[in-house]
């Protein structure tokens, strides 16, 4: 899929348990550019938003774990701090 049809995303999650953390970070680093710990840049299409949403859906439980899924906008300039460099899609992708 050409990456002008995806989209950059903010994904962040806070994890209570280690084996669901280890399991949403699979998961997030399977579409992840950069990013920090629980923090990912992702460029995604809509199915593919849809797809690892469900996924981390199934992996975290409702009342102890938190999920944040950001669609950043394309119009604005990204704003790096430090060594930060901005995000760029990567020339292709291996997903599995």
């Known amino acids: 899929m050409p990456m002008a049809d ?21 998961a997030a680093r399977r579409h992840a550019t950069g990013g920090q710990k629980s923090a990912h840049e992702c460029w995604l299409s809509g199915a593919e938003r849809a797809g690892l949403l469900g996924t981390l859906r199934g992996l975290l439980h409702p009342r102890q774990d938190r999920l944040l899924a950001a669609r950043l ?20 992708r291996i997903i599995g």
């Open 6 to 26: 995806r989209a950059l995303h903010l994904l962040a999650y806070d994890v209570a348990h280690p084996k669901r953390l280890r399991r949403a970070l699979h």
């Open 73 to 92: 906008d394309p119009r604005l300039p990204p704003r790096c701090l430090g060594t930060a460099r901005a995000p760029e899609p990567p020339g292709f």
